[in-house]
């Protein structure tokens, strides 16, 4: 059961397999070898197991000096299920572990009867006959046919003989009729099957029959390297053409693709790429009738391995950690052996990423073994395996000392560390140097080794403004030193950006500061949380954090106070914009006074709180009025406008008379043909006693055209045409249009106030203050633009506008509502209505 194997075989200190046993087929009283050669540190023995069970040494069974196990009569018990077949593996061991092999599927060779066997059949003379035996072999029989106990010949095309027992004959004669059998054959015996009659019609008149598949492919599922049988057997009259094809569209290929007989198609040596489902289309020639029928291929292959353990030495105390990824269809399953030995997890062992990764913590000296990873599908099994040993950390190089790092440029930075005595440079082989990016996981480190004459070494084509985390380790044969100490260093260019936080107030003393580290890793080095309270000018206290914290409570606070937080984040190459914040402690503490108390939060005078009352309720009924008397001038106005714009024609003044009121206007001559529609009289409305030129509503600035602002009422303002302004009233500014300027108050232009109107086309109008121009409602307010505009009021109005005052309003028009309604109109033209009695209106026109 045992066997010493000669030390340092193979020349390898590492404990591996050169040969593993491999899947087999005995022979019954036969002898049968499996193979099992190992190599590494001497002594080495070997041992051999079936089924899981150590195997029985003797006379039937032996392990040779290289490892090989010989049974010397392979059989299977008459007495029982008992037998010499089975799943066997080897395993090797030596002081420093055991290995196990991968598992060898020995199966016994033989040929039972045929489970099925071919059906007697008549066919019409020129048709397809088909046959089907089948057998199960081991290893698989070769079948073929006879007609009548003579074996068919391969020569004649019309017969097709598939290796899987499927026989088809095409263009079926008289002389092929008779019984046919088939013959199966593998190296454990010879079957014949039963045998059956095929008979042969002769069919009266050769008629149309349409496309049918007799048999399609079948679904199969092999493994890599084995050989796909698709068959499709079709007839019809004419005789229908086969064709193969892909349902992915994908092309079948050439190589290894082969076509038997009338249509069936055989591929060797399949592989992944062949996996897929294949049509078999059967067409009558010369048209587009088909007929098809699908079978799926499915290939399997054994796992094989993307990565393979690495065998470590490890001190007592550290960590070590496996990685093992296997690829195989189906997706191969994977488990760990320690010795030989299943491995569950437990406090110190730890399975990752569907096991891919082992991770061995706090290394006794009882976790030194021999690790493999065993990766199993259903096409097979495959493992890899490394070993992990435990020493003593006398024996180990110490730990690199005095570890600097400097930037150089935006995408490199040097690491330097100080030279160790020349007795322990003897013992190291070179160094390692790890480096990750500032709150990246230890698993995306990246490493480069160096020689052990190497004290410093440059990274290079790193990222700009980025911050490193870096340290070194020195290997001796025996293994790795414990890891430096860590250095921190940024790569030239920009400082952060400015970070965002926000803060909860636990109570009266105490908050919480939160902030959002970065997106990308190593942008920020660290942050400072600063405070201070108000009103101080200084910050008393900071306090810095490494990049990954993102959280602080600021305790021991002054209770009702008023503090700023500010926030930095800092790399190597300096410090953010703080981000800054105030936080009252006083709110908790008077929401709780409130919500006992119930007492009112305002500290005003109660004396007071009369007088206020009184003056805001005067505002709002004055604004009320104010509303009230506004609409009711709008839609008086409007009224009178809608029945100017219903009348057919353009309306002017007859013999360029003045517009008096009640004055009937009569259509130009341009609008005669369309007389027809009844006239509307256009009344001019007298003014009420409202104040004029009253916001508080919209208007509508047109340049070269007609310009409406209504505020409280409703303003036309028309430059190279009719301009008309109604604030709380209703007033008319003509300019370049009949060449005169008339404004039509009834005697009112009050804007809560008095204001100031002055010629050369520029008119002020300013409420709420005292001027010059006041209107109480009284007497008509008249511009005459012959020469000098006299406004003869209850004060006094001056507009001197030489000749015609035109509002010339081209350009651009601005309407600006300030405050209720301010009218800007900026042009040649401009005039400003400012609600609530203030405005002003400028008209920049000459005539």
């Avoid at 000296?365 to 495959?382: F, K, L, P, W």
């Avoid at 860590?486 to 952060?496: L, N």
């Avoid at 500290?603 to 003056?615: A, H, K, P, V």
């Avoid at 009230?628 to 809608?642: E, K, P, V």
Wanted: net charge neutral; charged share 15%.
């Amino acid at each position: 059961m045992f066997c010493s194997c000669p030390a340092g075989l193979g020349g390898a200190s590492e404990l591996a397999f050169i040969k593993e046993p491999s899947d087999v087929i005995a022979v019954r009283d036969r002898p049968l070898m499996l193979d099992c050669q190992v190599e590494g540190e001497g002594p080495i023995t070997v041992t051999w197991r079936r089924n899981g069970v150590p195997v029985t040494l003797g006379s039937r069974a032996a392990v040779l000096d290289n490892g090989t196990l010989l049974i010397r009569n392979f059989q299977k018990r008459r007495d029982g299920d008992e037998s010499d077949a089975g799943e066997y593996d080897c395993a090797a061991q030596n002081r420093y572990g055991l290995l196990i092999s991968r598992k060898a599927h020995v199966q016994l060779a033989s040929l039972p009867k045929f489970h099925t066997h071919p059906e007697s059949m008549s066919v019409d003379e020129g048709g397809v006959a088909r046959f089907h035996c089948a057998v199960s072999g081991v290893p698989e029989a070769n079948i073929t046919w006879e007609r009548n106990r003579t074996t068919l010949s391969a020569d004649d095309n019309r017969y097709t003989l598939l290796p899987n027992g499927i026989l088809h004959i095409t263009a079926v004669r008289r002389a092929d009729g008779g019984g046919y059998r088939c013959v199966a054959k593998n190296i454990a015996n010879t079957r014949y099957s039963q045998e059956a009659q095929l008979s042969v019609t002769v069919a009266a008149n050769r008629l149309y029959k349409e496309p049918v598949i007799l048999s399609g492919p079948q679904n199969l599922t092999l493994n890599v390297h084995q050989t796909a049988i698709l068959e499709c057997i079709a007839t019809g009259n004419p005789r229908p053409i086969v064709s193969w094809s892909r349902l992915d569209g994908r092309s079948i290929g050439v190589e290894g693709i082969q076509v038997l007989g009338s249509g069936n198609l055989i591929i060797s040596d399949v592989s992944l790429q062949h996996s897929g489902v294949y049509v078999c289309s059967a067409n009558r020639p010369g048209t587009r009738m088909r007929r098809t029928a699908l079978g799926r291929l499915v290939v399997q292959a054994p796992p094989e391995f993307l990565q393979w353990p690495q065998s470590v030495s490890k001190p007592v105390g550290s960590s070590a950690v496996f990685t093992c990824q296997a690829q195989g269809v189906p997706d191969p399953h994977l488990i760990w052996l320690k010795n030989g030995k299943i491995l569950t997890p437990g406090d110190n062992v730890k399975l990752t990423n569907n096991n891919s990764t082992l991770a061995v913590t706090r290394i006794t000296a009882e976790a030194e073994a021999i690790y493999q990873c065993i990766a199993e599908n259903s096409a097979g099994t495959n493992q890899a395996s490394a070993r992990l040993a435990v020493s003593q950390s006398a024996e180990l190089p110490e730990a690199p000392q005095d570890l600097q790092a400097t930037p150089l440029s935006s995408s490199s930075i040097r690491i330097a560390w100080k030279q160790p005595e020349p007795r322990v440079t003897d013992g190291i082989i070179g160094y390692v140097l790890h480096i990750r990016k500032l709150g990246e996981p230890d698993s995306s480190e990246l490493q480069e080794a160096v020689s052990k004459d190497t004290f410093q070494h440059d990274f290079t084509s790193l990222e700009a403004s980025t911050t490193f985390s870096i340290y070194v380790k020195a290997y001796s044969p025996l293994g790795a030193s414990q890891q430096s100490r860590s250095v921190i260093s940024t790569t030239h260019g920009a400082v952060p950006t400015m970070p965002s936080f926000f803060t909860k107030v636990l109570n009266s003393t105490a908050m919480q500061v939160f902030w959002d580290l970065p997106a990308k890793p190593g942008r920020v080095e660290g942050y400072t949380l600063s405070h201070r309270r108000l009103p101080q000018l200084e910050y008393t206290h900071e306090e810095r954090f490494p990049a990954h914290i993102n959280t602080h409570t600021i305790s021991n606070l002054e209770a009702a106070a008023v503090y700023e937080i500010q926030l930095i984040a800092f790399n190597g190459n300096g410090d953010s914009i703080g981000n800054k914040r105030l936080v009252s402690l006083a709110e908790t503490e008077k929401s709780g006074k409130d919500a006992t108390a119930g007492q009112s939060l305002c500290n005003c005078r109660q004396d007071g709180e009369g007088s206020l009352t009184g003056i805001v309720v005067g505002i709002h009924i004055g604004i009320a009025c104010i509303i009230f008397c506004a609409l009711f001038l709008m839609f008086g106005y409007r009224h009178s406008f809608f029945c100017h714009k219903g009348s057919a024609g353009i309306w002017s003044l007859p013999g360029g008379q003045t517009a008096d009121k009640d004055m009937e206007l009569t259509p130009q001559a341009g609008a005669e043909r369309q007389m027809a529609v009844p006239q509307c009289q256009v009344m001019i409305e007298p003014q009420p006693l409202c104040p004029v030129d009253t916001g508080m509503g919209a208007g509508t600035n047109t340049g070269m055209g007609a310009r409406t602002n209504t505020g409280m009422g409703t303003g036309t303002n028309t430059g190279m045409g009719a301009r008309t302004n109604t604030g709380m009233g209703t007033g008319t500014n003509t300019g370049m249009g009949t060449g005169t300027n008339t404004d039509t108050n009834a005697g009112t232009n009050t804007g809560m106030g008095t204001g100031t109107n002055t010629g050369m086309g520029a008119r002020t109008n300013t409420g709420m203050g005292a001027g010059t121009n006041t209107w109480m409602g009284t007497g008509p307010n008249t511009d005459t633009n012959a020469g000098t505009n006299i406004d003869t009021n209850a004060g006094t109005n001056n507009d001197t506008n030489i000749g015609t005052n035109a509002g010339t309003s081209t350009g651009t028009n601005n309407d600006t509502n300030i405050g209720t309604n301010t009218v800007t109109n900026t042009g040649t033209g401009t005039s400003t209505n400012i609600g609530m009695g203030t405005g002003t209106n400028t008209d920049m026109g000459t005539g």
